[in-house]
């Protein structure tokens, strides 16, 4: 049998990283092969004329990039590998190796950092090997998800604040599918809803996909005015709001308890219906209640496990009231049949073995740490922020376009989004930016981002960043 050992001439060192790379290329073209043992590191030493203590270097190096696997004792094998390679959070994984400078700072999603929950679907993962009856799993119940995983989301849910009683919780395939539905479910083409007058971008596109029309309303510190909510619903007969309470996408504004208790009392007195979007609700050590427990009969309530638990695992939660749950079954079943049983199981595993808790406190931790870092570069700048928050919302000089804004943090290798990507008027959009602190790997990346940023409030703007 052949040993593999990589030809390392005319690489441009250091010797370890050479090795990793040639280890990480051979796993990519399939010259070593999932489950494949790596030779001993004293022979590829050998081979290569390199010391032992490089190799070893290389092959925790490789194991720490994800190529290969190893135990001591056992040896280092190639990786079942995932057919993701391309996923974004491979590409983030090498903008970080390249540290501060290398690569595009992004600032524009506003997503959770991974944490430790990679470690936490390994578990999960190799605990439901182990158990019988997995088939249920692979079923197809249109409409129909299981009771206990229903259960697991009405728990998590009342932790928010929001009680279960009265109310069913159906599963979506993420928050942004459970909105899609809700609005399927619940208006008719050539309808109106209003929104934030800067809002959840997708439900712009959404609502104008459905065939409806979109009112704004005006907003201040604490989100929706009750004066602008009021005159749109008399104007419009409006009969549904979307609404974002908690850490307001992306102005990052929280209403306080006399707001929320206004929004449910105009909501009542025009019978508006409310689509609550509580996605970054875990995030905030103290938070008002959910709009939707001083208007549960008219609130359907959206969770998800996007950003308090992992992106990828897209499991979303609407607790509704028992007069739509019908009307949202239906809708999700058309537009999904049926959110993915494993995901939902491993979710709701999570949320009852108390791992769910523990990794939305990581989150909490990471983002007040990056919060932190964030007020001390941006000081003496306006921002809005929380201090466990993902994003904050950062107030430009009037004369500031922020598309150009935009514009020139990307030419600065900084990747944000202006305030017009979120405005139902986008030429009416106020001189502000969104800044997103969890989707970069790295603390680091982060100050350097923000550094970038407010170096450019010194420098002589690019003509196209003016209003004119
Ligand atoms: C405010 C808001 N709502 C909903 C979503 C959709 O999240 P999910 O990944 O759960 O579909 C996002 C994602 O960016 C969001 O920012």
Redesign the pocket.
Known sequence: MTIWCPDLAGRPGPAYLDLVEAIGSAVASGELRAGERLPPQREIAHRLGISLSTVTRAYSEAIRRGFVEGEVGRGTFVRHALRLKDGPAAELGEVSESGAGGGEIDLSW?LPLPGSAEKALARTLSDLARERGLGVLLDQRPGRTSAGHEDAGAAWIETLGLSAAGRAVVLSS????G?FAALLALTKPGQTILVEELT?APVLAMARHLGLEVLPLRMDAQGIRPASLDAQCRASGAKLLYV?PVLQ?PTAATMGEARLEEVARLAAAHDLAILE?D??GFLPRERPAPLASLAPERTIYVA?T??SLS?GLRV?YLSTPLRFEAALRAAVALSTWMPAPLMAEIATRWIEDGTAERLNEEQRQEAEARQAIAREILAGHAFVAAPSGFHLWLTLPKRWSPAGFEAMARSRGVKIRGSQSFAVWPDKAPPAVRLCLGRELSRERVATGLQRIAGLFEEPADEAAFIV
């Open positions: 506003n993420g928050s942004q599918h909105i959840y974002m996408t979007d996605v970054f998800s996007s950003k992106p979303g």
